[in-house]
């Protein structure tokens, strides 16, 4: 498979995108803000029991960051010397993810350390995801002509196209995300040929956005009308084929009379959303202040003479006066001491400009 990882490195955050066959298929972030307080896939920890839980079959584990994580027993049931108190030896099999903690497996190390604490880091934004695809090649995203500011754009929008015609409306709710088929204006009622193939045609779109969108948990996807058991096979086995490349573990129903189409997606992590949103469901003040960081360093970038006047919101202000990092010194690092960040009171929480 021609697969590449495409990597930006940035004051406060990295980025990088998984492209396969030259199309962004994952978006992955690495947040300075969250380094000391969320547990990242993969890494290993000297935990806590805090609880054992008999009816989960289940401990919860302090780590010493973020939430408490969750260790199922499996069928073996409780492991020996395991009691509320124990130090024992963890490593992260899920992030965590909305109010969920992460889900741990137990690992065997030596537990001489000092508990809860982490034991092994793993790596940076793109050593991590070099371990998950081995095959793949890093790269710099601008050097590979990779926009990755464009596709997560794309992936924070409800409505995406289908290459050939058609759109796809996204709606993720508490319970599930919908995904609607909309043949955009293509009668369907001419034949059953018509809504045949824009269904097929929706399917590797689909299992692109929910990859790239981060999407988890019960997944509905509503087809166009299909009346032939034939063609309802026919769609249901475009979509398991488009599926066949994502690394998620998944399970698909079979298509109902009504066309609708029921799958379960593994849960990995966060969703793109709940890392770039707000509980109110607006871009958080965190990624606008990520954003308004990126202009200005590139600005600095691109001219290396100048001095430079970042103006932003209140909004994001207010997050750069309290952030848990130096940006300050990390961009002064990066540029030399040549920028101010001024609050324009009166604007949009999203207004940021850079001035030489």
Same mark, same amino acid.
């Given at each position: 498979?021609? %697969?590449?990882?495409?990597? =930006?490195?940035? @004051?406060?955050?990295?980025?990088? $995108? !998984?492209?396969?066959?030259?199309?962004i298929v994952e978006l992955h972030?690495?947040?300075?803000?969250?380094?000391?307080?969320?547990?990242?896939?993969?890494?290993?920890?000297?935990?806590? @029991?805090?609880?054992?839980?008999?009816? +989960?079959?289940?401990?919860?584990?302090?780590?010493?960051?973020?939430?408490?994580?969750?260790?199922?027993?499996?069928?073996?049931?409780?492991?020996?010397? *395991?009691?509320?108190?124990?130090?024992?030896?963890?490593?992260?099999?899920?992030?965590?993810?909305?109010?969920?903690?992460?889900?741990?497996? +137990?690992?065997?190390?030596?537990?001489?350390?000092?508990?809860?604490? *982490?034991?092994?880091?793993?790596?940076?934004?793109?050593? /991590?995801?070099?371990?998950?695809?081995?095959?793949? =090649? $890093?790269?710099?995203?601008?050097?590979?002509?990779?926009?990755?500011?464009?596709?997560?754009?794309?992936?924070?929008?409800?409505?995406?196209?289908?290459?050939?015609?058609?759109?796809?409306?996204?709606?993720?709710?508490?319970?599930?995300?919908?995904?609607? !088929?909309?043949?955009?204006?293509?009668?369907?009622?001419?034949?059953?040929?018509?809504? +045949?193939?824009v269904n097929i045609a929706a399917?590797?779109?689909?299992?692109?956005?929910?990859? +790239?969108?981060?999407?988890?948990?019960? !997944? @509905?996807?509503?087809?166009?009308?299909?009346?032939?058991?034939?063609?309802?096979?026919? #769609? =249901?086995?475009?979509?398991?084929?488009?599926?066949?490349?994502?690394?998620?573990?998944?399970? #698909?129903?079979?298509?109902?009379?009504?066309?609708?189409?029921?799958?379960?997606?593994? %849960?990995?992590?966060?969703?793109?959303?709940?890392?770039?949103?707000?509980? %109110?469901?607006?871009?958080?003040?965190?990624?606008?202040?990520?954003?308004?960081?990126?202009?200005?360093?590139?600005?600095? /970038?691109?001219?290396?003479?100048?001095?430079?006047?970042? &103006?932003?919101?209140?909004?994001? &202000?207010?997050? *750069?006066?309290?952030?848990?990092?130096?940006?300050? $010194? $990390?961009?002064?690092?990066?540029?030399?001491? %040549?920028?101010?960040?001024?609050?324009?009171?009166?604007?949009?929480?999203?207004?940021?400009?850079?001035?030489?």
């Amino acid at each position: 498979m021609s %697969r590449i990882i495409a990597v =930006e490195d940035w @004051v406060g955050e990295s980025r990088a $995108a !998984i492209v396969e066959h030259g199309r962004i298929v994952e978006l992955h972030f690495d947040r300075w803000s969250e380094q000391d307080s969320r547990a990242f896939l993969g890494e290993l920890y000297l935990g806590r @029991v805090r609880k054992v839980d008999g009816p +989960l079959n289940a401990a919860f584990v302090d780590l010493g960051r973020g939430e408490p994580g969750f260790l199922p027993f499996g069928k073996a049931g409780r492991p020996q010397g *395991l009691h509320e108190g124990a130090a024992i030896g963890v490593r992260v099999k899920r992030e965590a993810f909305a109010e969920k903690g992460p889900t741990l497996a +137990l690992a065997d190390i030596d537990a001489g350390g000092s508990a809860p604490g *982490l034991i092994e880091s793993d790596g940076n934004l793109a050593e /991590r995801l070099l371990r998950r695809h081995p095959d793949a =090649e $890093a790269v710099w995203a601008d050097e590979a002509g990779v926009d990755i500011a464009a596709a997560i754009e794309a992936a924070g929008t409800p409505v995406a196209p289908v290459p050939g015609g058609g759109n796809l409306h996204i709606e993720p709710t508490r319970a599930l995300t919908a995904i609607d !088929i909309d043949s955009a204006g293509k009668s369907t009622n001419a034949g059953r040929k018509l809504a +045949l193939d824009v269904n097929i045609a929706a399917m590797p779109e689909i299992a692109r956005q929910i990859r +790239l969108r981060g999407l988890g948990g019960n !997944i @509905v996807i509503d087809s166009l009308h299909l009346r032939a058991q034939p063609d309802r096979k026919a #769609v =249901e086995g475009a979509l398991k084929r488009a599926l066949k490349a994502d690394p998620a573990r998944i399970d #698909v129903l079979p298509i109902s009379r009504l066309g609708l189409i029921e799958m379960v997606r593994q %849960r990995t992590g966060r969703s793109v959303a709940e890392i770039l949103l707000d509980a %109110r469901g607006r871009v958080s003040a965190e990624t606008l202040s990520l954003a308004a960081l990126r202009l200005l360093e590139g600005e600095g /970038r691109a001219n290396r003479a100048a001095r430079l006047t970042l &103006s932003v919101s209140p909004d994001i &202000s207010q997050w *750069l006066d309290a952030a848990p990092f130096d940006w300050q $010194a $990390a961009l002064t690092d990066r540029l030399g001491p %040549r920028f101010t960040v001024e609050p324009r009171e009166d604007t949009p929480r999203d207004f940021m400009e850079v001035k030489a």
